[in-house]
Each structure stands twice: as structure tokens, then as C-alpha cells.
């Protein structure tokens, strides 16, 4: 299965409306890394927050990790049409392999 | 600087024959990743270098499948013979300084 397994897999909500995501992984990381993907694109980087680290923020953008649980949250604050995406966490266990997970398709409605 | 740059963009082939997909890498990237993403499996590493030498070809799927990177401009993933169940978006990824990945725009490959 997934390193990384996102929670939900879909989300759907209103532009001005905050946006959380989740993932979960499996082993110890060295970091954590989220991306963006628009349809038909390729994927985008957004931020990376090491193992330890607890939280770190980027523009709208809000990471959480949580070791001990080994999960992660990505917060968008106020959506705008322009984060639909399909969003990715990925680890690292240190061997510079990054782990993707399934995904979470966000739509944001204007 | 273009970015990673991937070709073709788009490939439609016969069961059978040779595919090659071809990478360009950020340069001053040392690192070089490729990726199948389909909607069954999601996105799956094939083989990863490092420095332009195969670190991890583990998850290339079978022998059809082969990686090169004969320098550290250029790479190459090639099928042959392509069947199509190895229809999927293809793509290359260079890693950066800090450890975050930078993706080409892929390549649809479809085997019909």
C-alpha cells in the first residue's frame, strides 16, 4: 500500500472557505513534502517540513506534523477557485525516495 | 531556466513497438526520478538516479522497461515492446538543493 494516504480523497467547498487535508504514512521520515497538481499537469511543490518540525506556514498555506501519529495536515485558508487541484503528500525515510500518496481532488467553488 | 522538459508530450503507439520518453533535467540538478501516474495505481517511482548512476530501479515494472542517463543533461525511458497496460502519464522529476522535486509536464502514452 501508500507511504502516504490522504483523507479525503475528494473535498469539495465554497471560495473564502478553508481547505484541510490529511495524510497518514506508515514508516519514520525525514520529511514530508506537499504538492499540487492541476489537471493534466505535472506536480508542483508547495513546502516541506522536516521531521523535526511541528508546524510552518507558506502565504495561505498551513502544514502541521505530528511524528507520533505519523500523520500530516495541509490548511489552504481562503480558497479561491484557483487551488482546484488534485494535492500530494510524499515522505522521505531518508533514502531520498519520496513516497507519494493517493491524493486529495479539491474543487472549489466560486 | 525552462524547467524540467519532457518529450514528446504526447505518444500514441501500437502494441508492440518501441517507446522512447526523453528528460531533460533542471540543470545543476543532480538528482533524476521517473514516474508513472495512472487513476488504478497512482503515482508510482520507477527507477531513480543519482549523479547520473541508477540508484533504485525497483519498481520498474519488468524487463521491457529500461532507464538511462548517459550524462547529466539527459535521460531516457524507453518500453519495448510497449502493451497497453502501460498506457499512463509519464513523468521526470529533478530534485533541487532542498530536497523538493521538480516535475516536467509529462508525457501521455497511449498503446493501443
Known amino acids: 500500500s501508500q507511504q502516504g494516504e490522504e483523507d479525503p480523497q475528494a473535498l469539495s467547498i465554497q471560495e473564502g472557505e478553508n481547505a484541510t487535508m490529511n495524510c497518514s504514512y506508515k514508516t519514520s521520515i525525514n520529511n514530508l513534502q506537499w504538492y499540487r497538481q492541476n489537471s493534466g499537469r505535472g506536480l508542483v511543490h508547495l513546502i516541506l517540513?522536516?521531521?523535526?518540525?511541528r508546524e510552518k506556514h507558506s502565504g495561505r498555506l498551513r502544514v502541521t506534523l505530528d511524528t507520533s501519529k505519523k500523520s500530516s495536515s495541509l490548511l489552504i485558508t481562503a480558497s479561491r477557485a484557483a487551488d482546484t487541484a488534485s494535492y500530494f503528500c510524499?515522505?522521505?525515510?531518508?533514502?531520498?525516495?519520496?513516497?507519494f500518496g493517493t491524493g486529495t481532488r479539491l474543487k472549489v467553488l466560486a | 531556466d525552462a524547467g524540467v522538459i519532457q518529450s514528446p508530450r504526447h505518444e500514441v503507439t501500437e502494441m508492440g513497438q518501441e517507446v522512447t520518453l526523453r528528460c531533460k533535467p533542471i540543470?545543476?540538478?543532480?538528482?533524476l526520478f521517473w514516474y508513472r501516474q495512472t487513476m488504478m495505481r497512482g503515482l508510482e517511482l520507477l527507477i531513480y538516479?543519482?549523479?547520473?548512476?541508477?540508484?533504485?530501479d525497483s519498481g520498474m515494472p519488468e524487463d521491457r522497461f529500461s532507464a538511462k542517463m548517459p550524462n547529466a543533461s539527459f535521460s531516457t525511458l524507453k518500453i519495448q515492446p510497449s502493451e497497453p497496460r502501460d498506457s499512463a502519464v509519464y513523468f521526470c522529476a529533478s530534485r533541487g538543493p532542498d530536497y523538493e522535486q521538480y516535475f516536467g509536464p509529462g508525457t501521455r502514452l497511449t498503446v493501443t
Open positions: 540543470s545543476g540538478h543532480n538528482s
Open positions: 538516479f543519482n549523479n547520473n548512476v541508477p540508484i533504485d
Open positions: 517540513i522536516r521531521s523535526n518540525e
Open positions: 510524499a515522505t522521505d525515510s531518508g533514502t531520498y525516495k519520496y513516497i
